[in-house]
């Protein structure tokens, strides 16, 4: 069964650029929408955004602007960067495989979005 | 702030059935279908209902989601200590083309 873990530093200085890798194993990346999502301490949780293996992304608005997720698919894993870090940015890092698609009923378009299988999360801290 | 809004915690006792709520805020989201996760305290979050009511392999008919509107509901029967955990909803926000969660919901099993 497909298996995801995160990777990547856990400590970060403030202004500085986090950087997390998720490794896919047991499946292929092609296909699929690959998500990462974060949880701060004793919060909910929030998406941060996905990628497509195809390369196309969607990010969470009110990270755009220091988001960008990446894949490569011929190793079978995605990245995350998100820069200009502050200590709001500390929280579990989860990525995730997700599934997203749409239709049209009449005038109105329906989603569907949903994440299936987890990395079991890495702890990054934002400190000096 | 959540534009999916869940109530903060549910209790039940052992054996019972409890219901948690996730509310959309909009119908660009209101349109759309629901998920549900547990996350077991110290670990991963873990999907227990798609489409606002299948259930993946694995997962027991004791876990039940609906939508009506722009309102979702899981229900779970027969209540198991170990179902202690937070709930979260999650669903797709049309207008802003971003994934979105509810705030959780702690569910304590007395």
């Known amino acids: 069964q497909v298996q995801l873990q995160e990777s990547g530093p856990g400590l970060v200085k403030p202004s500085e650029t986090l950087s997390l890798t998720c490794t896919v194993s047991?499946?292929?990346?092609?296909?699929?929408?690959w998500s990462w999502i974060r949880q701060p301490p004793g919060k909910g949780l929030e998406w941060i955004g996905y990628?497509?293996?195809?390369?196309?992304?969607n990010y969470n608005p009110s990270l755009k602007s220091r988001v960008t997720i990446s894949v490569d698919t011929s190793k079978n894993y995605f990245s995350l960067k998100l820069s200009s870090v502050t200590a709001a940015d500390t929280a579990v890092y989860y990525c995730?495989?997700?599934?997203?698609?749409?239709?049209?009923?009449?005038?109105?378009?329906?989603?569907?979005?949903?994440?299936?299988?987890w990395g079991k999360g890495t702890t990054v801290t934002v400190s000096s | 702030q959540s534009v999916l809004t869940q109530p903060p915690s549910v209790s039940a006792a052992p054996g019972q059935r409890v219901t948690i709520s996730c509310s959309a805020s909009?119908?660009?989201?209101?349109?759309?279908?629901v998920s549900w996760y547990q996350q077991l305290p110290g670990t991963a979050p873990k999907l227990l209902i798609y489409?606002?009511?299948k259930r993946p392999s694995g997962i027991p008919d004791r876990f039940s989601g609906s939508k009506s509107g722009t309102s979702a509901t899981l229900g779970i029967t027969g209540l198991q200590t170990g179902d202690e955990a937070d709930y979260y909803c999650?669903?797709?926000?049309?207008?802003?083309?971003?994934?979105?969660f509810g705030g959780g919901t702690k569910l304590t099993v007395l």
């Open positions: 995730a495989r997700g599934k997203y698609y749409d239709f049209w009923s009449g005038l109105i378009n329906y989603y569907y979005y949903y994440m299936d299988v």
């Open positions: 047991g499946g292929s990346i092609s296909s699929y929408y």
């Open positions: 990628i497509h293996y195809s390369g196309s992304t």
């Open positions: 909009s119908s660009n989201i209101g349109n759309n279908f």
């Open positions: 489409d606002n009511n």
């Open positions: 999650g669903t797709w926000d049309s207008s802003l083309s971003a994934g979105e």
